[in-house]
Structures are given as C-alpha cells and as structure tokens.
C-alpha cells in the first residue's frame, strides 16, 4: 500500500487529534466533579481514579509491543472502541467500585491509544523523508489538541449550566456527549489511517490471515518489548528523559484534578465549581494551544532540549502559584499561566524522545513514557489527596509544584547530547570550508 505524503499523514494526524481529544474536553473538569456528587470523599475519588494510572502501567508495554508487531491501526481502532465504553460506564457510574471499574476501561483505552497514532505519523514522514524533526508538526499537533479541549471544556461549561434533563445531574451529560462523539472518533480511525509497513516482512504478512498475524505479532512483542527495555537501559539520555515523566505528572496532578476541586471549595459546591471549571479548563487549554505553539517559535531559536528544559521549570512554578492563590480570580489566571507552560513543554519534550527511537521501537518508546507517567500520576494522586485532607488542598498543591520543577535536572543529558549533535554537524561543514 502507498503510504500518505508527509502533507496528507500530517492532516489525518491533526484531524484525528481533534476528534480524538473534543471528547475528552467535554468531561476534563466533571472527571472528579462526578464522583464527588454521587458520594465519594477526596481521597476515593482519587483513589478510584488513580487505577487508570495503574492500568496503564500494566497494559502500557504488552499493548505497545503489539502496535510495534502487528502494526498502529488495529491498536487504534480497539483504542477507540473501548473509549466508547469508558464514557457509558462513567455515566452510569454511582457507587467507589462503579467508577474504579470505568478506571479501569479508561485505562485499558489510554494504553492501546498511547503512542500509535504519533508512531504512525512519524514513520509516515519518515518513509519519504528519513530521519526528519518533527517538532513543528507535533506543535502544531498540541496547539489542536490545545483548541479542542478548549472547545469540549467550554461546550461543558455550557451543558452544565444548561442542564436540560431534570432527572439527570448537571454532570452527566457531558459524559453522554463524550461516549457519542467518540464513537465519531472510531468511525474516523478506520476509515483514515493507512498502515505503514515498518517491517521488512509486513509486505509479505499482509497476505497472511487476521488471526494469523495477531497471532505472529503477539510472539513478536515479547520481544519487542524487551528491545525497548534494553534501550532504556543501554541510553542514558533516553532514561532520564523518562524520568521527566515522573515529575511533570506529580505537577498534572495540580492542574488537571485539584484546580476544580480547589474551584468548589472557594465557590461552595460542586455545581459552582463545574460551572466555572468548564469556562476555565476552555480557556486553559486555548492557551496550552498557544504554549505549543510558542515552542514551534522557540525551538530554533534556542534549541529543543533548552526550550523542554525552561517549560519544566515554569510550569512547575506554575502550580506553585496555582496553591498559593487565595480567591477564584486568582486561582484562574494562574491556571492559565500553568496551563499555557503545560502546552509549551509536550512537542520539545516528544521531539526529544523521538530522537533517541526508531521506527521498530518508536510506540514502545512513547509508552515507556506514557506508564512511567501514568504510574507516577497514580501514586502521587491519592498520597496527594491525603495531604489535602491532613494539612489543606493549597498545602498538597504546593509540594507538588515544587517537586514537578525538580524534572529539568533530568533534561541536561538531553542538552549535551544537542550540544554534541550540533557540533558534529558544524565541524564537517567548517571542514568542507
């Protein structure tokens, strides 16, 4: 099959992040919201919510492997299926093991989600272009990304405030929107994406059976996995660059689940607070579409891992400023801030994994990041939802942010290894002079 031209990969990669991630911003502030209105302290919701995180943990090598054997479309059309799922068990979600079960599924669907769909552009581009950045797509990818959420989090706001169905809670449907609209998502996945063969022996396997090749790659991922372990362990920058994961998803915790809870506490309810978290998680990640592509901006100018490494500390300091705010005015606008520095560290931060992969490992790699992220998220989760309930929500939002600005130490590998590569281009051209 002839793969896409880079133009063409790069408007299915970004139209699929818009179906993708609209979803997602619809239920981005109800997420915890939710659990809370049907009777579940700080700490469970949280606690039930971190096993997604462990799922992914879980799940996040096998299913990698397999995107890597047996190739990214079929890990992204199950992904999309099961994301399908994750939404209607949200919705009918009432009691702590209801809601650890639709973890659960959310977990499932960010591991097989994690890493394919980027691995399958890349390889696209590199299958007419060898070896090219692209850290220019992947901003504009985030700044998509960015305007979906954005619009998801405000049409949110809007059906809260609505709130049309009086049988239903105001937080619902948003979460019936979300499982409808990504059932879209699915039909888009199959109809859109071109596999790329990134095997020497794929051309010869298309004639194989389904079974067949499931069957094939499933032996194959074992081995692809330990490929990806080897080369974690063997590349030290690749390794520290994984251990960003941990301190930047302690600093997420921050953002992404105490700024509502934080909201409902100032504002005295969690309708309050839903009403007013969807606007701001609209405009948080309008400006996360701008911090993303402010590093499309900066990237040439002071370099990948220099720009990954300024992100890290700002948004660190960011959620700092997010526990320190005394009034809901104050608590948004370093939201936004926060939230604009979030958007800013992804595409340097990806470019530099991809560095380090290649086309045999390169989902293996992004889901090496994705676990180590998605575990260290889940074990910060309820330990934070436990110093907010010992001391106080600002004090638990503090101490992460302080520790997430810890992740630039493990950025300066990253930065000699440029400093080497830019070198080793400059001194054959010097010579050639």
Request: include cysteine.
């Amino acid at each position: 099959m002839t793969p896409l031209t880079p133009a063409r990969a790069r408007q299915v990669f970004l139209l699929l992040t818009l179906t993708r991630w609209f979803p997602v911003g619809l239920v981005v502030t109800v997420t915890t919201l939710l659990p809370l209105e049907r009777g579940l302290t700080v700490t469970e919701t949280l606690t039930a919510l971190s096993v997604t995180g462990f799922t992914v943990f879980l799940l996040e090598l096998p299913t990698s492997g397999l995107a890597d054997s047996l190739g990214r479309k079929p890990l992204l059309v199950a992904a999309a299926t099961l994301q399908v799922g994750s939404g209607v068990l949200f919705l009918t979600a009432q009691s702590f093991w209801a809601f650890v079960l639709a973890a659960v599924a959310t977990g499932a669907f960010r591991a097989l989600d994690s890493g394919p769909l980027e691995a399958w552009f890349v390889d696209t581009v590199h299958t007419t272009t060898p070896g090219a950045d692209v850290d220019r797509p992947l901003a504009a990818q985030g700044t998509v990304m960015g305007v979906s959420m954005a619009a998801g989090a405000l049409v949110s706001g809007g059906l809260v405030w609505w709130h049309p169905f009086a049988a239903w809670s105001a937080l619902a449907l948003p979460y019936a929107a979300y499982a409808a609209l990504s059932a879209v998502h699915l039909v888009a996945v199959t109809l859109l994406v071109r596999e790329v063969p990134h095997h020497p022996s794929d051309d010869a396997g298309r004639g194989a059976g389904l079974t067949a090749r499931v069957v094939a790659s499933a032996r194959q991922a074992p081995g692809v996995v330990r490929d990806g372990l080897r080369l974690a362990r063997d590349n030290r920058v690749l390794r520290w660059l994984l251990c960003v994961e941990v301190f930047w998803s302690v600093g997420m915790v921050v953002f992404e689940t105490f700024q509502p809870i934080r909201l409902s506490e100032l504002l005295g309810g969690t309708a309050a607070g839903a009403a007013v978290a969807g606007p701001a998680a609209a405009a948080g990640w309008a400006v996360f579409a701008g911090g993303a592509a402010l590093t499309g901006l900066a990237t040439p100018r002071i370099g990948v891992a220099r720009t990954a490494i300024l992100a890290r500390v700002l948004n660190g300091l960011g959620a700092v400023w997010m526990g320190l705010a005394l009034g809901p005015v104050g608590l948004v606008a370093a939201y936004l801030v926060t939230y604009c520095l979030h958007g800013a560290c992804g595409p340097a931060y990806q470019t530099l994994l991809h560095r380090e992969a290649s086309a045999r490992n390169r989902a293996t790699v992004l889901s090496l990041a994705s676990m180590l992220a998605f575990a260290a998220f889940s074990v910060a989760s309820p330990v934070l939802g436990v110093l907010a309930d010992l001391l106080s929500t600002p004090a638990a939002m503090v101490i992460a942010g302080a520790f997430s600005t810890l992740g630039a130490v493990c950025l300066l590998p990253a930065l000699r290894q440029e400093r080497r590569r830019a070198a080793a281009v400059t001194t054959p051209t010097a010579a050639a002079a």
